[in-house]
């Protein structure tokens, strides 16, 4: 599955080739995640469905993959599921040249 390019909603395009070998190492799928997450700094499950135009349940297998990597945190609040880059998730981004942020440690979106 090739990697969609992320939205507009985001702060900014990656260079393909950064993307490319950050999708080699992950897969298409999970590298994007990690994307849509530092895009907006923060993602629900739901995000990431429309986002990716997949199931909750691919969605939630992909995240529960890179949680238990280290490389996201989730957080339920009531029926919503929330991820965040975690620091390792942060460098790995940061080493790919692509960029990475962090929801505030207090959980502020």
């Known amino acids: 599955m090739p ?7 985001g702060s900014g395009r990656p260079e393909p080739a950064r993307v490319r070998a950050l999708a080699a190492l992950l897969g298409a799928t999970r590298a994007h995640i990690l994307l849509r997450i530092a895009a907006l700094e923060a993602a629900t499950t739901n995000d990431l469905v ?4 997949v199931s909750a349940a ?3 297998h992909h995240t529960g993959v890179l949680r238990h990597s280290a490389l996201i945190t989730t957080e339920r609040d009531g029926v919503s599921v929330h991820h965040a ?3 390792l998730g942060q460098s790995l981004l940061g080493a790919h040249g692509l960029p990475g942020r962090r929801r505030p440690p207090d959980g502020s979106r």
Request: aromatic residues 0%; glycine residues 0%.
């Open 3 to 9: 990697l969609p390019p992320p939205s507009s909603r």
């Open 50 to 53: 429309q986002e990716l135009a």
């Open 58 to 60: 691919t969605v939630s």
């Open 85 to 87: 880059l975690t620091p």
